[in-house]
């Protein structure tokens, strides 16, 4: 494959999966707008938190990556394990391309379905509490939002590959929900006593947690946070690695 043909593969499959997303639009809505949903519901009513500029951005900021994290989880792990499961996919595997531009096509779908997730919280968090955020804020908030979600990311791809379709579905529904609880998502981590704050801070989706709130302005980031996302990351990578090559040998002998 020549580098100049990697650009328009990659918009090819991602608009394939694009497409594909689009055809049951349900699909969208369950993976962007729960943590919508919980902002408007968990978060608003209390005005103390609501009318608190740097208590509302926080909580605004931590909802964000929960919507980046169920992309990660879902469009990617119970996603290609879907997907694999399709003739279709067997046939690109087959293709001299090689799978550089399917997965850059998945990351791009990826990043636009997290962009749809992201902007009913930007409008509620606007509208109805004192949410906040400094413009010269804008590109770092995004820049963490997808340093946290890399390990996620390869968790998601992780289970993609090593799992069927039915048990990825509920493996990354068990995922999900404990990364979200056990990494302070919804519940503040402050309010955790000692050994779940220990245990929550060696979690992907507590970095993911603190980093976006650290470039809000709302909170601070320590050598434990940089320690585990590069930690899962490694982990991430090598998990996915290994899947990915025990799949292709698996289908492809």
């Known amino acids: 494959m020549s580098t100049s043909s990697l650009p328009r593969l990659t918009a090819a499959h991602a608009k394939i999966n694009l497409l594909e997303v689009l055809r049951e639009p349900i699909a969208i809505v369950g993976t962007t707008v729960f943590p919508s949903l919980a902002l408007l519901f968990f978060v608003v009513p209390q005005r103390i938190i609501a009318d608190d500029r740097v208590a509302a951005t926080g909580a605004a900021a931590q909802l964000a ?26 046939y690109l595997r087959t293709l001299p391309a090689g799978p550089l531009p399917q997965v850059l096509g998945r ?10 997730g992201l902007i009913p919280i930007v409008v509620i968090a606007g509208l109805l509490t004192e949410a906040r ?5 804008l590109l770092l908030t ?22 069927r379709q039915k048990s990825a ?12 609880f056990g990494g302070g998502m919804f519940v503040p981590p402050e ?15 507590r970095g993911a947690r603190d980093l976006v709130v650290w470039a809000v302005g709302s909170g601070d980031i320590g050598l434990a946070t940089v320690a585990s996302l590069a930690g ?17 040998g698996r289908r492809f002998r």
Request: glycine letters at 8%; a negative charge.
């Open 232 to 248: 899962w990351t490694a982990v991430g990578a090598l998990a996915t690695l290994w899947a990915f090559r025990r799949d292709e």
């Open 65 to 90: 990556a929960v919507a980046v994290m169920s992309v990660c989880l879902f469009t990617f792990g119970a996603g290609i394990a879907e997907d694999r499961a399709r003739p279709f996919d067997a």
């Open 142 to 163: 995004l820049a963490m939002l997808l340093v946290g979600a890399v390990p996620l990311l390869l968790i998601g791809f992780a289970v993609g590959y090593m799992l």
């Open 107 to 116: 990351v791009a779908n990826g990043v636009i379905l997290s962009v749809l």
């Open 133 to 137: 955020l400094a413009p010269e804020r």
């Open 191 to 205: 309010v955790f006593p000692s050994w779940l704050d220990a245990i929550s801070q060696a979690l992907p989706s």
């Open 169 to 180: 579905i509920a493996v990354a529904q068990l995922l999900f929900f404990g990364l979200a």
